[in-house]
């Protein structure tokens, strides 16, 4: 029986030394110390020993299965310590590695351009200005020396909310509304960007929705020369300071006379292109002297007072600076598109 159980105490410890994990060390456990284990089994068999020889056996048995029950506390402790330290290789945070970036927007390029063009103006002492976009007939319109009826309101047909009010077909209203809070006391010198609305089919060159910025001085002894300068400085300073710049007589019915500028082409310096249409300009605002009856409406003395303004369309000054080809990016939230302006900011 001795022999029995040191057999017995010899295959457990070497399967205890065997166990690559927790469980196959659970499972020896089981199978030796058990009560229906091997070695309980053998000690089932004292009835048949003297008096002399039981109590020895039972201590060998209780020996031996505390033996056993150490070798697996032990081989316990190593395979835990063993399977964190695994876990901590495989968890290793590697320093080396680049870190994930945070994804930041950025300004929209129409936004930029704006700003652009509004850090010029105030810079040379104009004031931004602001109006309503659902607007009545009266400002965009009348104020404006467009009579009801009259065939100039064809090219800016809009959307009506009723008769009198309208979506505001371009940023003209916010002059007539600042002019009229002057009470017929110059100077006045603002610009107003802002969004405007037209009848348009959406096309590559048109939107029912697109931007505007217009300025306006009005003051004593304001001439075309004026006018001039300012368009100048603003040419080079938005589109580069080798551009040149050409006025061509125009209409609109708020300014008299009225002019058409035109940038010299940045491709062909006037050589002719595809760009400018083979004529070596391109066309950039509307501008003109500000029409008697707008200044007579608003409550200024066309005889003292004289002004000029003009107007231009961020989209279209984005479009040529940018090299843009089709207005409704700027409309359609196309993340590839805005993101080309981020390297820029
Ligand atoms: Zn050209």
Wanted: aromatic residues 8%; hydrophobic residues 35%.
């Amino acid at each position: 029986m001795e022999q029995k159980l040191k057999e017995l105490e010899r295959k457990a410890l070497e399967e205890v030394r065997a166990a690559s994990d927790l469980k196959e060390l659970n499972q020896v456990r089981v199978s030796y110390l058990g009560k229906k284990g091997p070695i309980t089994e053998v000690l089932r068999g004292m009835g048949k020993l003297s008096a002399e020889e039981r109590p020895k056996m039972g201590a060998l048995g209780n020996m031996i299965r505390e033996t056993i029950t150490k070798a697996i506390e032990n081989k316990n402790v190593e395979l835990e310590n063993e399977a964190v330290a695994k876990k901590l290789e495989a968890e290793t945070i590697d320093v080396t590695l680049p870190g994930r970036s945070v994804a930041t927007g950025n300004r929209h390029p129409l936004t930029k351009i704006i700003e652009e063009i509004e850090d010029l103006f105030i810079g040379m002492g104009y004031k931004i200005a602001e109006g309503p976009e659902v607007e009545q007939d009266y400002y965009n319109f009348e104020a404006l020396n467009f009579p009801k009826g009259h065939p100039s309101r064809d090219m800016q047909d809009s959307f009506y909310i009723t008769e009198e009010i309208l979506m505001r077909t371009h940023t003209s209203p916010v002059q007539a509304r600042t002019m009229k809070k002057h009470e017929g006391k110059g100077p006045v010198k603002i610009i107003c960007p802002g969004k405007v609305y037209r009848r348009d089919n959406d096309d590559a060159t048109h939107s029912h929705q697109f931007m505007q910025i217009e300025g306006l001085v009005v003051d004593e002894n304001i001439t075309m020369g004026d006018l001039k300068g300012t368009l100048e400085v603003f040419a080079k300073k938005i589109f580069g300071a080798d551009r040149e710049i050409r006025l061509r007589p125009s209409f609109f019915p708020f300014t008299e006379p009225s002019v058409e500028m035109d940038i010299s082409c940045k491709i062909c310096h006037g050589e002719g292109c595809r760009v400018c249409k083979q004529t070596g300009w391109i066309e950039v605002l509307g501008a003109g002297m500000v029409h008697p009856n707008v200044l007579e409406m608003a409550g200024f003395d066309s005889k003292k007072y004289t002004g000029f303004a003009f107007g231009m369309g961020p989209d279209r000054i984005a479009m040529l600076k940018y090299g843009i080809e089709d207005i409704r990016y700027f409309y359609t939230n196309d993340i590839r598109f805005l993101k080309q302006f981020a390297v820029q900011e």
